[in-house]
């Protein structure tokens, strides 16, 4: 594959440095329904002016980028990427089989908005802007992924490389994302890149009864209670040396967050019953599906946000970072034995048109179950949930991902917002929303998008 030459347009008057300006242009490929997980060089294509995509880059101009892909339903010179006035063209070049942005067929030149999805015979490429940042993180996270799973989104690689070099310090970490995304994942793999000798200890403090968590966290003498017949040692011992990860803490009642601010403060152990406190080498890693943060919004004291950290790690949902679903499912599938190909490609391809309302817990439920029904014959559509099946049955609306999935709850619609610095129709076409239902949910909601709008 030849190299892609990099181009940096200069931006007039941008409040951000130079390194931050998303003024690079690549394409993510997830995966191919053949084969869903894809070496890690064949990711990431950069676009610099211009990008083939092809089977073969015979009769090519020597200094040409080109993305090979080994497909047989991909024409020798299939389709390009080629910058325009103002932005990004996808052409199709002739192909045998076509070339599809966001399961609409591209018929001539089509404008890629940032985050289309680029259909070329059996493999899925997602089109983004980046900044010369995350470029490097992904480029980082592809070589040595902080997770089971390298990532090729710019934002939870950014978050990667923030928590890889995190990792190696005692302080607190605070991570927050919906739930499904993974949190507790790269909790343990902060806590294995940490080197820490002893365990990771994860709870949720959402599964155990309000009056049970101070307990199980800080353990109890015998007698401390009338049920307490002998001693237990409590969670935050078992991590003695280690990590614990408090998940959803924001559910725990204020009396045990002080208890925890406490600890955090002076790391002294007092077990219920107990008089004298007992110095603990323990890690805190805490979490949250409370997307937005601030006072009143996250269920926490502000005190104990403030010292898990003012600045939390946010993992995005997978609705956000489709350039790894091809990772993630030929992660899913390693154990599960196949006689062909994984995916027939209408099946591949409704996996990436679909919301992911549950994230990856859900997609990880759906692929592995489909893959034990088949027996090791490609996965179809029949194969899949009703609704994912169904998001290729009609075209979706221009510039937008058809959404099965339930309406955004508050705080997910300002994080959204926040993420598109108040750019409506970029939030209605991540959720595969109409416009104007978008506009409803900010007015029942009580969020102006003015606010969230970066000022020049």
Request: proline letters at 6%.
């Amino acid at each position: 594959m030849a190299d892609t030459r990099e181009h940096t347009l200069t931006q007039v008057q941008s409040p951000l440095a130079p390194g931050e300006q998303r003024d690079r242009a690549v394409l993510l490929v997830s995966g191919n329904a053949v084969t869903p997980g894809l070496a890690a060089r064949a990711r990431l294509q950069i676009v610099g002016d211009e990008l083939y995509l092809g089977r073969r880059a015979e009769g090519l101009p020597v200094q040409a980028s080109v993305a090979v892909l080994d497909d047989g339903l991909v024409s020798s010179q299939h389709a390009r990427i080629v910058r325009g006035s103002g932005g990004f063209d996808l052409e199709d070049l002739g192909s045998k089989n076509g070339t599809f942005v966001d399961n609409l067929r591209a018929d001539g030149r089509t404008r890629l908005r940032d985050g289309a999805l680029v259909f070329v015979g059996n493999h899925v490429g997602v089109f983004r802007m980046v900044s010369q940042i995350e470029l490097d993180a992904i480029k980082a996270e592809l070589v040595a992924p902080l997770g089971p799973v390298a990532t090729a989104s710019p934002a939870l690689a950014v978050a990667c490389d923030r928590l890889r070099r995190l990792a190696a310090s005692e302080g607190e970490l605070f991570i927050v994302g919906e739930t499904g995304v993974g949190k507790e994942v790269y909790a343990r793999a902060v806590h294995e890149a940490s080197k820490r000798k002893g365990r990771f200890v994860a709870i949720n403090c959402a599964a155990i009864p309000r009056e049970l968590v101070e307990s199980e966290l800080f353990g109890y003498r015998a007698g401390a209670h009338s049920t307490a017949h002998s001693a237990k040692a409590g969670l935050i011992e078992e991590a003695e040396g280690g990590t614990l990860f408090l998940d959803e803490i924001g559910e725990m009642t204020p009396e045990a967050q002080i208890k925890i601010l406490r600890f955090l403060q002076d790391r002294e152990l007092t077990p219920l019953g107990a008089t004298r406190p007992r110095r603990m080498d323990v890690r805190i890693i805490a979490a949250t599906n409370r997307t937005v943060v601030g006072p009143g919004k996250s269920g926490l004291r502000d005190d104990i946000v403030a010292r898990l950290g003012a600045a939390p790690i946010h993992l995005p949902p997978l609705r956000s970072r489709i350039e790894d679903l091809g990772a993630l499912v030929g992660h899913f599938l390693g154990g599960v034995p196949a006689q062909g190909p994984r995916f027939e490609q209408p099946a591949f391809r409704a996996l990436s048109l679909h919301a992911w309302p549950l994230n990856v817990r859900e997609l990880e439920k759906i692929v592995t179950t489909a893959a034990v029904l088949t027996g090791g014959k490609p996965i179809a559509l029949r194969d899949l949930p009703e609704p994912i099946a169904r998001v290729l049955s009609a075209p979706a609306a221009p510039g937008a991902r058809r959404s099965t999935g339930p309406s955004p709850t508050p705080a997910q619609l300002e994080e959204l917002l926040r993420r598109y610095e108040g750019n409506v129709a970029d939030v209605s076409r991540e959720l595969g929303k109409h416009r104007a239902a978008v506009w409803r949910w900010i007015k029942k909601f009580g969020l102006g998008p003015q606010k969230f709008r970066r000022s020049e």
